[in-house]
């Protein structure tokens, strides 16, 4: 099992980034994908999971109304649309999945198979 995120960058606030995790060994119809984020000093966080085992879906109430999690599965990737961006969302992005196919709070100890990363820099 491989995932492997791209897509980060540097934008203005207010901006707009689109990160793709594509996945390799497994297919996304069955199983579950998550998006976390890690800031210098700062434990990692839920951002966004999508379960394509039980259509579940979950938006961190930080980012509800700028981020939205959507599924390719021709393309076997996974999307996190990220608009009207903030300093704050400045971190490492990581994607990840795990062998359950589903999640329960999108917590990181949820999840087994991680990528590497992609930094997003929002300047004020």
């Known amino acids: 099992l491989e995932v492997v995120e791209s897509g980060g960058g540097l934008v203005h606030a207010g901006g707009s980034l689109r990160l793709s995790c594509v996945a390799s060994?497994?297919?996304?119809?069955?199983?579950?994908i998550g998006w976390f984020r890690q800031a210098p000093g700062k434990e990692r966080e839920g951002v966004a999971c999508?379960?394509?085992?039980?259509?579940?879906?979950f938006v961190a109430y930080s980012v509800k109304d700028r981020f939205t999690i959507a599924r390719d599965l021709i393309k076997n990737t996974v999307y996190l649309q990220m608009n009207s961006l903030k300093s704050e969302d400045t971190a490492t992005y990581y994607c990840?999945?795990?062998?359950?196919?589903?999640?329960?709070?999108?917590?990181?100890?949820?999840?087994?198979?991680w990528g590497r990363g992609t930094q997003v820099t929002v300047s004020s």
């Open positions: 990840a999945t795990d062998t359950w196919g589903t999640f329960d709070a999108c917590s990181p100890q949820e999840f087994e198979v």
């Open positions: 060994g497994f297919t996304l119809d069955y199983s579950v």
């Open positions: 999508i379960s394509s085992t039980d259509g579940r879906e």
